[in-house]
């Protein structure tokens, strides 16, 4: 294809976007007004499976496929991430020194990281209740822990993070996710509905069906990729030194010191 025909394509597809934008924009309704059409159905659609908060029934029922995608996102981002941060060769892992903080902010990150911690859970377990749900509270409950580090040390913050039971973690949400969506198929549903358990009571735990199931699989899968990705990003900067920059060479004593013999 030559230059000249890209460019009349792209001229073309843009006109077209560019037109249908503003047919969009010509038929909206106006600001400050009492008409909206998609905002009615997605509130009357929560209330009538029992949710009480109405942005969690949008995203882990009416549009849970779309959550899906998301969560992938994120999935495939801190893989990636662990792919290229990962220990070379050419890299040692070097002693990590004490974050540079005074003595009372290392009492306050102490002090706050449970109250952190048990924030961030709650807000997971509440999300069809009330604002929040697994992506503020996963996040919340992750970046919690990583006081410890202000609190304490690096090797404080390591022995609570084990990398390989997070990454786990991660890959059992996702599975989790998933496996709801096909048991909402098996059932003989459309792939993530909101059909395998009762509704519940309303404004409480033990309501909106499967969406606390879907909310639950997101805050472990976005805490435990936090974790991971944050662990990814601490190791480059605290503890991974690379021997050209080190100066140092890391071969076997006996060796060095055959080789240093005149």
């Known amino acids: 294809m030559s230059p000249r025909t890209r460019l009349w394509l792209v001229v ?21 007004g009492d008409r909206h059409p998609y905002g009615d159905r997605a509130v009357e659609a929560s209330l009538s499976r029992h949710t ?15 959550t899906l995608g998301e969560m992938s996102i994120l999935f495939a981002a801190v893989l990636g991430s662990v792919v290229l941060l990962r220990q070379t060769r050419d890299e ?8 540079a903080v005074s003595r009372p902010v290392r009492r306050y990150a102490l002090l706050v990281l449970p109250v952190a911690l048990l924030t961030g859970l709650y807000v997971v377990a509440h999300g069809q209740v009330s604002p929040g749900g697994g992506f503020q509270g996963g996040v919340v409950a992750a970046t919690a822990l990583h006081l410890l580090y202000l609190g304490a040390d690096y090797r404080a913050l390591e022995r609570v993070r084990p990398i390989a039971p997070y990454e786990a973690g991660d890959a059992l949400a996702a599975s989790a996710y998933l496996v709801t969506g096909l048991a909402a198929l098996l059932a003989g549903s459309a ?17 909106a069906g499967t969406v606390p199931l879907l909310n639950a699989a997101i805050g472990m899968e976005v805490a435990c990729a936090v974790v991971v990705l944050l662990a990814g990003f601490l190791d480059q900067a605290v503890e991974i030194v690379d021997e050209g920059e080190s100066g140092e060479s890391h071969d076997d004593p006996d060796e060095r010191g055959k080789r240093e013999r005149p």
């Open 92 to 99: 040692h892992r070097a002693v990590p020194e004490p974050a």
């Open 52 to 66: 009480a908060n109405t942005v969690a029934s949008v995203t882990f029922d009416q549009r849970a496929f779309d």
């Open 12 to 32: 073309t597809g843009g006109a077209g976007l560019a037109a249908l934008l503003v047919a969009a924009c010509l038929d909206l309704p106006r600001f400050g």
């Open 191 to 207: 792939f993530l509905a909101n059909t395998l358990l009762p509704y519940g009571t309303f404004n409480t735990l033990a309501s």
